[in-house]
């Protein structure tokens, strides 16, 4: 098959040697076309950044803002099928990709998932529980939201947010003003605040066929907003953690998904799951799959949107997975490399500023094996900050 052989809803499965689209050139794109190659796919990348991580390890590369309609059309002339690794990107690109190639995720998911107010519209119709919310516009109504809501509570950016930016957390009526004014752009949404006693995720896949299959659900823990650690699996209850493997089920099947869908929910102190957020992509809760599954997440997001079938989402340890994040993160390298037992994943990022995720590590314990917090801690020995 040669690129652009592909019309929407034909010629698939995806042949040896088909090329991929993907929109971003992140690392969650790098360990895409990482996973596409050992398929047999080449992964064309479409990026701002001449030396993206994912540009570095792609057959081909466009070099392009994500809405330039020119660029767009070139792109789509040179792959057979196109997704996404990051929602930070024009849902009108992508709309205008999908009258060109078949995009999977489709751009409606996008739509969703990038947008807070949407989100939550969404999972509440489809019957999935979220914390109380309220959309934002103006001073007045955030003053009326929380007098509903309840303080403290959690302000956002409806769009643009990420590892806990666009987010501020009024725990007073007097605390209103200055996050409102804080926060662009507008309208935003204000979230009840969940005493949690953890938060997890579930990295589900869903294949153009329909068929499901979803990974054990995970435990993460945060510093400063961006995700620091995680466990799988997580250590909860096994009625919560099957829980949160049918809610994950149920919020791709809801997308009529084609792709991998990360899910990151709160367990409250009573042990119900309330969904945060959702990506439609893979996700850093899902690194570990890597190292610790036959198929990771971005096998199974490739297969999914290649049109191959899904191997089972099984694991065969379980994993402790360490973002190495900033400066401080990557200066931990030389002795990441030198620690056996670590499992380094290093993105080829040139920068290292502040609160930037460089790379990650993983180490492996035997199924059912996961250590407590020391035990934890031991292993993963110098990747712990």
Known sequence: MTAGAITAGAGFPLPPNATIGLVGGGQLGRMSALAAARLGYRCHILTREADSPAAQVAAGVTLSDYADPASLRAFAAAVDVI????????????????????????????????????????????????????????????HAAAARIGLPAVLKTTRYGYDGKGQARPRRSEDLAAAFAALAPKPLILEGFVDFACEVSVIVARGADGAVVAFDTVENRHRDGILDLTLAPARVPDSVAAAAQDIARKVAVALDLVGVLAVEMFVDRDGRVLVNEIAPRPHNSGHWTIDACPASQFELHIRAIAGLPLPPASRHADAAMQNLVGPEGLARWPAVLAAPGLIPHLYGKTEASPGRKMGHVTTLFPRGGLPGEFGVAAALGPARG
């Open 83 to 142: 997704s996404f690794e990051f929602e930070n990107v024009s849902a009108a690109g992508l709309e205008l990709l999908a009258a060109l190639r078949p995009v999977r995720p489709a751009p409606a998911v996008l739509r969703i998932s990038q947008d807070r107010v949407a989100e939550k519209r969404f999972l509440n119709q489809a019957g999935i529980a979220t914390a109380p919310w309220e959309a934002v516009d103006s001073l007045e109504g955030l």
